[in-house]
């Protein structure tokens, strides 16, 4: 909704009025009947304070307070859709079995809406776009191609196989992840108790030699002045940060292209990202073509589901290439996402007519990229931790005992 300040003459005097409308015609609409005398402009301006503030805080809500659907819940519910339409029993009785039977409270509010919706005319893909936040952009897209096609049960069986696909990728990941953050997380307690109850004691004694510190020590009791002294404020930093970052990179877009664009550059996590998001991509493309959906619109809605802004951009121009008559194999190349050995296949397939099989066979080499580093992780990982551990343990050992030695070495020659 946009905002227009509206300019009218009522008994001798010109009065402003601000309306919340869709674009100038309907504001104008509104203006006519809701206000008295004649209009003399409209013009669109920005949200009065108070309606910035309500916006925010709808905003800060969403993002970081509204309940999330767990994915499981979701399948499962994907699933009995797909079971009992399979079955011959219509999409209403469908929907409201799955509100009965979902323990997911979100989940039975979105289907519950859904069903109303379906009651005033409304497509599956219309009522279920106004939720694209919570149950994702991949069942949209599964959705919209049942109602294409006119095959919704297949198309809700694929949607769920395809969750699970992704699920599955998501618990991966985490389980690989899990064995670097528990090392990393037991080495900050650990420094930070030291810093906390250890260095403190030494510090007493440094501070009666009365003489220059090594470097080393000078840092180590840099670091204990930060800790005890700002300790909890960092901790709120840091918290508030993230809180913040997740924000912005809902609600604001230039702030999400420029993380996208810089996390494809970070060491391990942007291959992963790259692999993860051009497998789900090829394997919604795949289905598409499959079913007899003509590329362009494939493409189109494929690249519905991809969330990385970058990616997307560039599987963007693909669309518009092929709309103008370029080769897929040829549009692809453009975008410099897939290795000349994907090309070929994909060239091969335009030509022999079999270009769903070999999508599928790309779609396959990107998981089969995707398990490769997630399987690795520990591996690429182990070396960063390993020297991150030793100038933890060096700044300790020598910071601790280089002025100890010193003292030592005083007193055996004084």
Request: glycine share 6%.
């Amino acid at each position: 909704m946009n905002y227009f300040e509206v300019t009218y003459l009522f008994k001798g005097r010109k009065n402003t009025k601000i309306i919340k409308a869709q674009n100038r015609m309907d504001a104008l609409a509104t203006a006519k009947i809701k206000l008295p005398g004649i209009i003399i402009k409209i013009i669109e301006t920005s949200a009065p304070v108070e309606d910035q503030f309500k916006e925010f805080q709808k905003q800060f809500e969403n993002t970081l307070l509204k309940p999330k659907i767990k994915i499981d819940n979701l399948i499962s519910s994907i699933r009995q859709l797909g079971v009992m339409t399979n079955a011959g029993i219509s999409i209403h009785d469908s929907i409201k079995e799955v509100v009965k039977s979902t323990e997911d409270r979100r989940l039975k509010v979105i289907f519950e809406n859904v069903d109303d919706a379906l009651n005033s005319g409304q497509s599956f893909t219309e009522a279920l776009n106004n939720y694209r936040s919570d149950v994702g952009d991949v069942t949209i897209a599964m959705i919209e191609l049942g109602e294409n096609t006119g095959n919704m049960s297949e198309s809700l069986l694929k949607l769920a196989k395809i969750l699970e696909e992704i699920r599955d990728n998501r618990k991966k990941f985490k389980s690989a992840l899990r064995y670097p953050i528990i090392v990393l997380v037991a080495i900050s307690i650990a420094f930070t108790i030291l810093m906390v109850y250890v260095v403190p004691k030494f510090k007493e004694i440094f501070a009666k030699l009365h003489t220059q510190l090594p470097i080393p020590t000078r840092i180590l009791l840099f670091l204990e002045n930060i800790i005890n002294g700002y300790g909890w404020y960092i901790l709120i930093f840091i918290v508030s940060s993230i809180a913040a970052v997740k924000f912005l990179y809902v609600n604001n877009r230039d702030f999400k292209r420029e993380f996208d664009k810089n996390i494809l550059k970070l060491y391990l996590f942007g291959k992963i990202i790259y692999n993860a998001t051009m497998y789900r991509f090829t394997m919604i493309f795949t289905e598409l073509i499959a079913a007899g959906i003509p590329i362009s619109e494939a493409l189109d809605t494929a690249v519905l589901t991809i969330d990385n802004t970058i990616l997307k951009e560039k599987l963007f121009n693909v669309a518009t290439s092929v709309g103008r008559g370029m080769s897929l194999s040829d549009a692809f190349r453009d975008t410099g996402l897939f290795q000349g050995m994907l090309l070929q296949m994909i060239g091969a397939g335009e030509k022999s007519g079999t270009l769903d099989m070999m999508l599928d066979k790309v779609a396959n080499y990107f998981k089969m990229r995707f398990d490769e580093i997630v399987d690795n992780i520990s591996s690429y990982i182990e070396p960063i931790l390993i020297g991150f551990i030793a100038i933890m343990v060096l700044i300790m050992a020598l910071g601790i005992f280089l002025p100890m030695w010193d003292l030592a070495a005083a007193v055996k020659h004084g």
